[in-house]
């Protein structure tokens, strides 16, 4: 979707969320200079074309007692992951899943998953139910548990839309 | 949290109404009112419940790109490398995780073009080699956790 000047300002007045405000799109239109209908128009378009991929709240994690996430990594020849993949991100414990590249000899894994749980050990219960339902407990694999989470915000959609590519 | 805002926080993860009123909407669905539902939202938003309420982008969608670094620093500096890293406008967030690589952070830019300077700059400041780990295929989207 090309994103016009009107759309970067949008975004701009959008960083920060939603105003919690009893009509919060007239309240984002008044900082960027467009009218109620059009912020609401503009949002809808940016929906259907996939350039707002969700719309609601973002959790903190942590705040919920979800206080132990792993990532989750694999090396899977290139035939089987796929498959795997497709298994595990339908698991309602895995939130994320992607295929990403080796670095070897440094790092030999190709796919990445987040498993959160409240605590560690039911992360490693779901870790090896995962695996079985996936059927690559055989697979090398690791573990990686988060000590410290420093920073957790979404992309500076500012920062993003002002970039001549937007 | 007590009821309602499990309620909210459960059904708020999306399709959050386009709509004069959004907040209305929903306390109807909820069968509460619109004061209540943006009382509630504001004190999550407080206690740091939510991190973000709104719109949530597709970075490469809009022409933009996120990638997934990792680094090995060395125990003795974590605390100063964590410092430069997070002063990256670009760093979107940052993890320590208990591995050889103990962190890994989010890089969100304008323009793919970006990475490999925005990388070599961290790596210039911190002295330390990042590897990057670019997504190639995306198996699932969203991120959604039970209240």
Known sequence: MELTAVDRRLLAALEDGLPLVPRPYAEIGRHCGLDEASVLARLRAMIEAGVIRRFGLVLHHRALGYRANAMVVFDLPDERLRPAAEILSRLPFVTLCYRRPRRPPLWPYNLFCMIHGKERRRVLERVDEAVAAAGIAAAPRAVLFSRRCFKQRGPRYGLLASGKAA | ?147
């Open chain 2, 1 to 147: 949290m007590d009821a309602l805002d499990r309620l909210l926080v459960n059904r708020l993860q999306g399709g959050f109404p386009l709509a004069e009123r959004p907040f209305a909407e929903v306390a109807r669905a909820l069968g509460t009112d619109e004061a209540t539902v943006i009382r509630r939202l504001a004190r999550l938003r407080e206690e740091g419940v939510l991190t973000r309420f709104g719109p949530l982008f597709d970075a490469e969608r809009m022409g933009g790109a996120v990638t997934l670094c990792a680094m090995e620093v060395p125990p003795a500096r974590f605390e100063e490398v964590t410092a430069i890293v997070n002063a990256f406008p670009e760093v979107a967030h940052n993890y320590e995780r208990e591995h050889r690589f103990n962190m890994w952070f989010v890089l969100a830019v304008a323009d793919p073009a970006e990475i490999p300077g925005v990388i070599g700059r961290i790596e210039r400041e911190t002295g330390l080699p990042v590897l990057n780990f670019p997504k190639e295929r995306e198996y699932f989207l969203e991120l959604r956790l039970d209240a």
